[in-house]
């Protein structure tokens, strides 16, 4: 006998895969933004240096 489907479980399951999906998403841009900021300040000093 199959078993009666509990849709408000899966679609926490679901909500929830995805807001971590989001999350992630959201991590990855925020360090890629540090990232090519660092290297933006790294640049501007290193041409600052060159030139003097």
Not at 30 to 38: F, G, M, N, Q, T
């Amino acid at each position: 006998m199959a078993r009666a489907p509990n849709y408000g479980q899966e679609r926490k399951e679901r909500d929830r895969q995805k807001a971590a999906k989001k999350a992630e998403k959201q991590a990855a841009k925020v360090a890629a933004k540090e990232r090519s900021k660092s290297e933006d300040e790294t640049t501007s000093e290193t041409e600052t240096e060159t030139a003097e």
